[in-house]
């Protein structure tokens, strides 16, 4: 019959949900010693020790040395931080060269691994190409066009690609470059082995950002064959002291398979510069253990967010929003859609799993074997 | 070894793509009230640091201290890069208080601000905040007037928006035409499955073709009985007109449970009258009365359809108009059937008790589902 619902003359047809929980302080109001907001250690650091760096710059804008130099402490805050921010900055920078038909290769490097940041991977793949055919040797460029073609789902070019870094750069770079194409094209076990050969001394030896790469890599595909040595190559990756949202990512999957939970809360929580991804693995730990407060109060974080960023016309992390629309909302088919959408964009072997995952649960058989 | 130490730099530990907090985005709230201009423009503060340099003691922490000593700084930053034009005239943006807003786990710096200019056919904004300092920054833009709401971004490669401010009282006919069609076919819809005032007005009407008032009841000729009816049915029209307007203009409001009660009830007291009747005199008054609360049944209808403000008026009157066709068109079909079924010896002493009967008990199980709120779902 009738709804026995009353709605008053309202305006909006769209509501912010944003707004829809706003609390305002008024500025006088605040404490003088009250913490308002906090910011990453990292931030700080590079304000520290970029101050005359930064100062210079904003002297003269165009001094592409200082901007390069600058731009990539940018972006290596935004890949650790999970802050698409920092990309704009490091964009900002480079703004004098950006738009010119023929920027300096320094300039389309950053470019590229701007766009790859910010998920757009045939701008990016322009530029690299451009950059190996006019550079061939530069070990940059091919190792960034490797990773590429694997988030591509590209394998033989990412494979094409280390195999021509093999020829210049260090073992251990090629080596982890080639585990990577191969273990992303399916082929874990060779790449478990490509990395085994590789002895203690040579890693240890490297940088340790190479070296937080090189052993979660290892530990990941350790991970994905079952192998013991997994949790002790995760624990030398973690006590690099480089926050690492793709180990983090790695390692709470393992961790969630192996039934540690608590182990991930502990890692977690301490962490405050939680993306979606690692947010959603919060929820799942928490759920794991049965805590239905947390498991709830994430999940509204979670669910708020994807609601916010769609309404706002931001690019959702797809991947994150299926898993969340599978395991928290119980909705197959967003799951599904969103797998599928995410699938278009990107094909990694976790791309892959959501994927799979979706299809399972909307139990269709004949579509699995096809992605197969 | 200076080679691996680039490379290093470049190492993408897997493909994640970066995304934790939103990018950097900026909310601005247009409200158009009243020939005003007010704004309210929330900038995240850890945006404004990054320009700015808000933490002065480096401590990683921004306290309420240094927010407030650089609050100036921040207002003159934002508002100096902003324009709000009016037919080419710069509007005056007059800083009216700060607060600090929490969006998402993330603080911003939420400034409230009034602009002396009255927007007559439209604004442009032009949007610079950071286009300088990160080509990513977004504007998220909401522009709220009596009659519209509009969300725009504007980026860097967009940094002008223009919003039309025409409002809705300039109608074009066309658009007046549709609105009105549109309401008037709700409400023969609405009329058609309200059952409930079907029903009542049956069963008023079962009695009043077939006799006449007074003492001695005698069966009515053709006219009489049709205008028994017209005057029914205009006191039940008159009424619920009446209520219809009221409860849409929220002049008065009833609670909606309870006016659904009370139109099943007032089936009840027509249907037991018809049975017993004790109240022939007042059958007018029952149809005015209880036309009363049908009124507010229908208002509950037509509030939850999408209503304007600006087409308020009109939309009521042609839901009305709906409201009053559709009727017309059961009359037209009831009247001659019940007219003709009047001249049945038995129509007096079983046809009007039955049916009568019959309605109650409809009317019976709905006011106990609507005052329970549970479905008997027998129908």
């Not at chain 1, 070296?211 to 002790?232: D, G, M």
Request: proline share 3%; aromatic share 8%.
């Amino acid at each position: 019959m009738i709804p026995y619902r009353r709605y008053f003359l309202s305006l909006a047809v769209s509501c912010s949900i944003a707004s829809s929980t706003v609390i305002a302080r008024p500025l006088a109001s605040l404490d003088d010693n009250a913490i308002i907001e906090k910011l990453p250690q990292t931030i700080t650091l590079m304000k520290n020790k970029n101050h005359p760096l930064r100062q210079q710059l904003q002297q003269q804008p165009k001094d592409i040395n200082t901007a390069i130099a600058l731009a990539k402490q940018y972006i290596e805050i935004g890949q650790s931080q999970s802050d698409p921010r920092f990309l704009g900055y490091a964009q900002g920078l480079l703004s004098p060269w950006w738009t010119l038909k023929e920027p300096p290769i320094s300039v389309r490097l950053l470019r590229a691994t701007i766009y790859q940041n910010q998920h757009r991977f045939q701008e990016a793949m322009a530029d690299l190409n451009y950059i190996v055919t006019t550079a061939p040797n530069n070990q940059h460029a091919l190792l960034l066009k490797a990773t590429l073609h694997q988030s591509m789902g590209q394998h033989r070019q990412a494979i094409g690609s280390c195999y021509k870094l093999a020829k210049s750069a260090p073992a251990v770079i090629s080596s982890g470059c080639m585990a990577a194409s191969l273990f992303a094209s399916g082929l874990a076990k060779p790449a478990l082995h490509l990395l085994q050969s590789l002895s203690e001394e040579t890693i240890t030896q490297q940088t340790p950002t190479t070296q937080q790469w090189i052993y979660t890599l290892f530990a990941e595909i350790s991970a994905h064959l079952k192998q013991a040595e997994a949790e002790p190559l995760f624990y030398k990756a973690l006590t690099i002291k480089k926050r690492s949202p793709y180990l983090l990512l790695t390692y709470t999957d393992y961790l969630l398979q192996q039934q540690q939970a608590k182990k991930v809360i502990e890692l977690l929580e301490k962490d405050e510069v939680l993306d979606d991804t690692l947010l959603l693995q919060l929820a799942r730990a928490y759920r794991a253990l049965g805590n239905i407060k947390q498991t709830e109060k994430y999940q509204e974080i979670l669910s708020r967010r994807f609601k916010v960023l769609t309404l706002q016309n931001t690019p959702l992390h797809k991947a994150a929003a299926a898993r969340f629309a599978l395991e928290f909302e119980g909705n197959q088919q967003k799951a599904l859609s969103l797998a599928e959408a995410n699938w278009q964009s990107q094909k990694t072997y976790r791309d892959k799993q959501i994927l799979k995952d979706a299809l399972v649960a909307i139990n269709t058989p004949k579509n699995i074997t096809l992605i197969k | 070894m200076f080679i691996i130490r680039i490379i290093a730099l470049f190492l993408l530990i897997g493909i994640n793509q970066v995304q934790a907090h939103t990018a950097s985005d900026s909310f601005l709230t247009i409200k158009n009230i009243e020939d005003k201009l007010l704004l309210q423009w929330d900038i995240a503060l850890r945006d404004l640091d990054f320009v700015l340099g808000l933490d002065t003691n480096r401590d990683s922490q921004l306290s309420g201290a240094e927010i407030k000593t650089k609050a100036s700084e921040i207002t003159a930053h934002a508002l100096g890069n902003i324009a709000i034009t009016n037919n080419q005239q710069l509007c005056e943006l007059k800083l009216e208080s700060i607060h600090i807003i929490e969006r998402d786990q993330q603080q911003y710096f939420s400034i409230n601000s009034q602009g002396n200019c009255r927007p007559e056919h439209s604004i442009t904004i032009d949007y610079r905040l950071f286009s300088d300092i990160d080509p990513t920054h977004r504007g998220l833009i909401n522009y709220q007037s009596a009659d519209k709401e509009i969300n725009i971004i504007t980026t860097q490669k967009n940094p002008t928006v223009t919003i039309n401010t025409n409002t809705l009282t300039n109608n074009t006919l066309a658009e007046k035409a549709k609105v009105i069609s549109s309401f008037i076919i709700e409400g023969i819809w609405h009329i058609w499955i309200g059952i409930d005032h079907i029903i009542f007005l049956l069963t008023l009407l079962l009695p009043a073709v077939a006799l006449t008032q007074g003492k001695k009841q005698a069966l009515k000729n053709g006219k009489q009985a049709f205008f028994a009816v017209i005057k029914l049915v205009t006191c039940f029209t008159v009424a619920h007109s009446i209520t219809l307007s009221l409860a849409t203009l929220n002049i008065v409001i009833l609670p909606s449970r309870w006016v659904e009660v009370v139109i099943a009830a007032s089936i009840i007291v027509v249907a037991l009258n018809n049975i017993k009747p004790l109240f022939n005199h007042a059958r007018l008054w029952f149809a005015f009365v209880f036309g009363l609360i049908h009124g507010f049944g229908f208002a509950n209808v037509l509030l939850d359809l999408e209503l304007q403000a600006a087409t308020l008026a009109l939309s009521l009157f042609s839901f009305n108009i709906g409201v009053e066709l559709g009727q017309i068109a059961i009359i037209l079909i009831a009247f001659p059937l019940l007219y003709a079924l009047s001249y049945w010896a038995r129509y007096r002493y079983f046809f009007i008790p039955t049916m009568s009967s019959a309605f109650a008990a409809i009317a019976i199980l709905w006011v106990v589902e609507r005052s329970t709120g549970y479905e008997i779902n027998i129908f």
